[in-house]
């Protein structure tokens, strides 16, 4: 009991220090109001955090995220963004048809990804329907998929670009697994292959303007 206090506890002093960290007020807001639950929920002060109030241990989640292979585009925009955010994700199969991920990383960073990924995923199914509406004999499915494979290489196009900005490394959270990336890259473009031209053109203007970054331009080339 007292171990799983203290993960807490580290958790706590991540997210703080994210939001003490950033110069984005909205992410700022983000962390600290998440901290501010976290406290409530277990009755604890600041005080009783690390003295450093930096704590932020290297560990890993499992079951992190789970999806069915139905979405499959799922596993390689969390993989892309788990990168993006500073993290590794592996794999794991857990049924028939489900498939679930261990991710790794500083708490700070694996923190960030539990809280962006699903605020991405909202804009990508937002974006998704306005595509439908140009292209209205394409499934809600396959709109999703499009916009998904268009965002995850938009993803690992920017990892792999800080990764090589030598004179701004401290813009690459993790070097890019170039492997990794050409084959999650290799996947999509086999499933979107045959596709309307013009709709994947569509898909990939239109990712461009998904934030990864609350309150901040899609565009931007700082990572807070």
């Not at 048809?97 to 923190?111: F, H, V």
């Amino acid at each position: 009991m007292k171990n799983e206090l203290e993960k807490i506890k580290a958790k706590i002093a991540a997210l703080i220090a994210k939001a003490e960290g950033t110069d984005n007020e909205h992410e700022a807001e983000t962390f600290m109001s998440k901290a501010h639950e976290l406290l409530e929920r277990y009755n604890l002060s600041r005080l009783e955090l690390d003295p450093e109030g930096h704590t932020d241990p290297l560990s890993h989640d499992t079951e992190a995220f789970t999806w069915f292979a139905s979405s499959s585009w799922h596993g390689n925009l969390y993989n892309a963004a788990s990168h993006f955010y500073g993290c590794k994700m592996i794999r794991n199969k857990i049924g028939a048809n489900k498939y679930s991920s261990i991710l790794i990383g500083r708490e700070a960073a694996r923190e960030t990804v539990k809280i962006m990924y699903p605020y991405i995923v909202e804009q990508v199914k937002a974006h998704a329907k306005t595509l439908q509406t140009r292209y209205p004999q394409m499934s809600q499915s396959i709109a999703r998929r499009q916009m998904a494979a268009a965002l995850t290489s938009r993803i690992w196009n920017l990892v792999h670009k800080w990764s090589l900005d030598k004179g701004n490394e401290e813009k690459a959270l993790v070097p890019v697994d170039e492997n990794q990336a050409y084959m999650d890259s290799l996947m999509e473009t086999q499933e979107t292959k045959g596709r309307s031209k013009g709709a994947g053109t569509a898909a990939h203007s239109a990712a461009g303007a998904i934030k990864l970054s609350r309150g901040v331009k899609a565009n931007t080339r700082r990572l807070t």
